[in-house]
């Protein structure tokens, strides 16, 4: 028999558990159940609320006498049909309500009994259910040690631990139970595995496991419970622990202060099988209360739904949570080694870095907001150009969608042999002779592309091949009356996608009122961006050592705008942007002291580049083209970061010795950040016009195209000297054609473009040969002389020089405006500005005139001068809490004179007063350690715990504060 893979195993375990679960008994089922046994047959299929009595369903009745003192049922009793009411026979009715009597006394005892005789009376798959869950989470555990042991990740001592836990010899079991003084609660699924006692033989390799998390793997007790403790008093991973246990229970035990491993001598399973069902007992009793009030107000349903929620355990056993300590473990043992040696301090600050990044990204969304990306990719210009056809399909009076809109053309293609300018005499002579080797002399082609291809391409008002060949049809072939070639011809021009979208995007991104929002928060973005990556890049030893973020760059965050003020060591910093062929790769930037010298050391920013650094340091600009640019990864990444126009061109220079000659670096004069976004919207913008083709660009190209022919068909009166110039300068354009179609056209492009350079040469040289002028200015020529070697230009700097600088706020004084019905509060600076805020219950937050419905609100705060700021995290300065904000928000009622740093009593409360703060503490599971109470209810997504301790060896105390991912180091609290 084939053994399914541990995942799907895992997979298929849930799915049974689902199915066994299906009839678990709920108030609802319980009373249909009861209808359906005291009605007779022909009614005992009715529904709870299809049963009447009087005017009001038997459900609504029976959930106000559930929930409070109610009137005795009154009849008539009937039933609901697509008739009306239907009165029931007198048994039927008499049954009724002596049923509706007895439930609504009993109905929370009949729910409990029934729940009781579904776990150990009724049979599934031939076994009580009891049996059939205590063998499930044998088959569960076992999926999840193959699961470990392919991937693999436990260690030997823990993998035999957890192999002998499904045999007859099996090791030391116990299961966690917190205390509270005389109370005591068990912790649902938490079981130890040991060989022996881990109590009295501490330093042998243990395993736990949990519901939340699976099966873990310790190296020894001690440094089990000190992670146990870590765990149940954080503020994300203790309420995932505690959460299998019922609501209250896990509640009451938030005051624990000890915890304890008490062995088992059954099976272990049976032991979590047991643990598990007593916990949704437990959570049934508690959620009763709460149902009964959920009945008087919404019905019987919902407080049926309500508990069936709370009773639900296929949450708890799902195997979601085993299957991510799997790949955490996975993750864990491939982290490099730079992440895993990491100091605390190395780790606060990379955690605040990338805090301080996840704010700046939140703050750049708002509702509606077309992202950056969004407009660099084509399904950005697709969708602007379907837009624009759907208008004028529209008023054309068609429904069809552009997409389904197809238009064909056939076009005529030269295919036969090719006269080589070099050796015209034998090539032409066997022209005509070699027809069976090259083929006809034209060859014709038919195109079909959608309407919103059409549009991206346009149409020349000129192109005959259009006029005389295009077919307008459906994705079927089917013909389209309503649109004619012509019709389709002017949508197209109309719609004009490449001009347009051009403009679109000028707007979106550079001119319009939300460019400027976009700009800012890109600034923003990009500068926690590169202190992030400059932290870890630090740490990863690409900028040498320390810990913090490398001067140069320190320098460059600090002052964006302003070059005079980044001075390192006395040496001015400069940023340069990478150029090559005078076009700006996007996003990489060289770092260094100016004035610029090739043998200084240089700092190059090159973001999501192959090697998978974005800070690196390198002793000289010769050794970043030496060792980083001559490889063709790199030369690869750097092309892609140019915009397509430019593309096809650099691509022909990666492999040539010439690349060297045209990679140069552009000093950055104005802000490095709005340098960033002026160079990432001006390649969207490029690559836009790229892929389109406006009415401007199609109509010059047919002037240019009627300009040459009429050109020839002058030339055929005018005189010789007229023709001769005209000639030479045809030429002229025809060699600029042939060059730049060496960089971006085929061969056979440039052949035919060389072709007609020669030829109107020889044209020129025929006309001209036969003026006087002529062979006197040939005599006058200067031959064998040596040309000048030119040497190579800086490209000119960028004279866009956009600047945005908020002033700060002073002397700002809170209004209150009514508007209709609703307070609006603004904040007033000493310049007369005036700026919308909320309050969202704890912190004032800053409305943004420009996107108002943006996501993200900064919170502002007034500091020591009484000046409202702008801040990200306003617990925190740095990497430190800041106390002074923290006392107020923590703060307790209670008694005013008692002394300072004395713990007392009040009211059954654990007190203590700081720095004349009175804060409501609770006894820590690590010794000596206190917890501070929130004295209201944190809002959902807050992470803030704050602990406490005796300072050790001396008297006063120290708190350390935990928030999101950054916890703080032990910290002495002062006070004046």
């Known amino acids: 028999m084939t053994i399914a893979p541990p995942f799907t195993r895992l997979t298929e375990l849930d799915t049974r558990l689902g199915r066994m679960l299906t009839a678990s008994p709920t108030p609802w089922s319980v009373l249909s159940a009861d209808l359906a046994s005291a009605l007779s047959s022909s009614a005992n299929a009715l529904a709870p609320d299809a049963i009447y009595l009087g005017q009001q369903p038997l459900t609504h009745w029976l959930a106000l006498a559930i929930a409070g003192p109610s009137d005795e049922p009154q009849g008539p009793v009937s039933c609901i049909t697509a008739q009306g009411l239907i009165p029931l026979t007198t048994a039927d009715g008499h049954s009724v309500i002596r049923l509706a009597q007895r439930f609504s006394r009993d109905a929370r005892s009949r729910w409990l009994d029934r729940l009781h005789a579904f776990w150990n009376v009724e049979q599934y798959e031939g076994e009580v259910r009891y049996h059939w869950l205590t063998r499930w989470l044998s088959q569960q555990w076992q999926a999840q040690v193959a699961l470990r042991e392919q991937g693999p990740t436990l260690a030997g001592p823990a993998l035999q631990l957890c192999h002998a836990a499904v045999t007859r010899q099996r090791p030391w079991q116990g299961l966690l139970k917190l205390w509270a003084q005389r109370r005591s609660w068990w912790v649902t699924g938490a079981a130890v595995l040991a060989a022996s006692d881990p109590v009295t033989h501490p330093m042998q390799p243990v395993v736990l496991s949990t519901l939340a998390w699976g099966i873990e793997a310790f190296d020894n007790w001690p440094a089990l419970y000190a992670e146990l403790v870590a765990r149940l008093e954080d503020d994300i991973q203790g309420p995932a622990l505690l959460g299998a246990m019922a609501p209250l229970d896990a509640q009451h035990s938030l005051g624990s202060d000890r915890l304890e491993c008490v062995e088992i001598k059954g099976p272990l399973f049976e032991a979590l099988t047991r643990a598990v069902i007593q916990r949704q007992r437990h959570a049934a009793q508690d959620a009763w209360v709460q149902a009964q009030a959920i009945m008087a107000s919404d019905g019987l349903l919902a407080a049926d739904e309500h508990l069936r929620k709370h009773c639900a355990i296929r949450p708890l056993l799902a195997h979601v949570g085993l ?146 060949t295009a077919r307008v049809h459906g994705e079927q072939g089917q013909a389209i009356p309503a649109l004619r070639p012509g019709v389709v011809r002017r949508l197209v021009r109309q719609a004009n996608v490449g001009g347009s979208y051009v403009d ?58 302003r070059p005079d003020l980044r001075r390192v060591d006395g040496q001015r910093i400069e940023a340069w942007q990478l150029m090559i062929r005078e076009a700006p790769v996007h996003g990489v930037y060289l770092v260094g002291p100016a004035p610029d010298n090739n043998n200084r050391e240089v700092l190059v920013y090159a973001p999501e580049n192959p090697d998978r650094w974005h800070w690196k340091m390198f002793e000289s600009r010769a050794a970043l083209t030496r060792d980083w640019l001559s490889r063709d990864e790199i030369r690869q990444y750097l092309c892609a970061r140019i915009a397509i126009a430019e593309q096809a061109a650099v691509r022909a220079l990666l492999a040539s010795e010439k690349l060297y000659r045209h990679i140069d670096a552009r000093l950055i004069k104005g802000n490095v950040f709005i340098n960033g976004y002026q160079s990432e919207t001006r390649m969207i913008i490029a690559n836009a016009d790229a892929r389109t083709t406006s009415n401007q660009e199609i109509d010059l190209d047919t002037a240019q195209r009627v300009a040459l022919t009429l050109a020839e068909l002058v030339s055929c009166v ?44 020889l044209e020129g040289a025929i006309t001209l040969s036969s003026n006087p002028l002529m062979s006197k200015v040939v005599r006058s020529f200067p031959f064998n002389t040596a040309s000048p070697l030119h040497p190579q230009y800086a490209a000119p700097a960028d004279s866009t020089r956009l600047r945005y600088e908020l002033s700060g706020a002073e002397r700002v004084l809170e209004t209150q405006v009514l508007t209709g019905g609703y307070s609006d509060y603004f904040v007033r600076d000493g310049h007369g500005n005036r700026y919308h805020v909320l309050f969202d219950g704890e912190h004032w937050r800053v409305v943004d005139a420009r996107k108002p419905d943006a996501h993200y609100k900064p919170t502002i705060q007034r500091n020591a001068q009484g000046v409202w700021e702008m801040v990200d995290l306003p617990l925190w300065k740095g990497i430190v809490p800041d106390l002074q904000a923290l006392w107020p928000r923590l703060a307790s009622q209670g008694p005013a004179d008692v002394p300072e740093g004395e713990l007392f009593t009040d009211q059954g409360r654990q007190m203590l007063k700081l720095g004349g703060t009175l804060l409501e503490v609770r006894r820590s599971l690590a010794a000596g350690r206190y917890t501070v109470v929130h004295p209201t209810p944190q809002r959902e997504g807050d992470t803030l715990t704050l602990k406490l301790r005796r300072k050790p060896g001396g008297t006063g105390w120290q708190t350390k504060l935990k928030q999101l991912a950054m916890a703080s180091a032990w910290l002495d609290v002062t006070w004046g």
């Not at 208008?391 to 006269?419: N, W």
């Not at 079909?448 to 000129?462: F, G, H, K, V």
């Not at 060059?739 to 040469?761: D, G, K, P, R, V």
């Open 323 to 468: 299957r991510e300590t799997h790949v955490t473990a996975q993750l864990v043992a491939g982290m490099p080694a730079w992440l895993k040696s990491l100091s605390n301090e190395r780790m606060l600050r990379l955690n605040r870095a990338l805090c301080e990044l996840q704010v700046a990204t939140v703050a750049a969304m708002a509702p509606e907001l077309i992202p950056l990306k969004r407009f660099a990719e084509r399904a950005g210009l697709e969708g602007f150009a379907r837009d624009q056809l759907a208008r004028g399909l529209q008023a054309a009076g068609v429904e069809m969608q552009p997409e389904r809109i197809l238009v064909s053309i056939t076009r005529a293609r030269a295919t036969g042999p090719l006269i080589s300018p070099l050796n015209p005499a034998d090539t032409g002579s066997s022209a005509g002779r070699s027809l069976d080797r090259a083929g006809a002399p034209l060859e014709y082609v038919t195109t079909t592309r959608s309407l919103i291809e059409l549009a991206m391409d346009n149409l020349s008002p000129l192109d005959l091949d259009y006029l005389l």
């Open 504 to 561: 679109y995007l000028t707007h979106q991104l550079r001119t319009g009122p939300e460019a400027q929002w976009r700009r800012e928060r890109y600034q923003r973005l990009l500068k926690a961006k590169m202190h992030y990556e400059a932290l870890k890049d630090g740490y990863r030893g690409h900028l040498g050592t320390g810990d913090r973020v490398h001067p140069w760059v320190q320098a460059l965050l600090t002052h964006p705008g």
């Open 718 to 761: 005018l005189p010789a000297k007229i023709v001769g110039t005209l000639s030479v300068a045809r030429a002229a354009w025809s060699a600029v054609v042939f060059t730049q179609s060496l960089e971006t056209s085929s061969t056979e492009a440039q052949l035919l473009n060389a072709i007609e350079m020669y030829a109107h040469l």
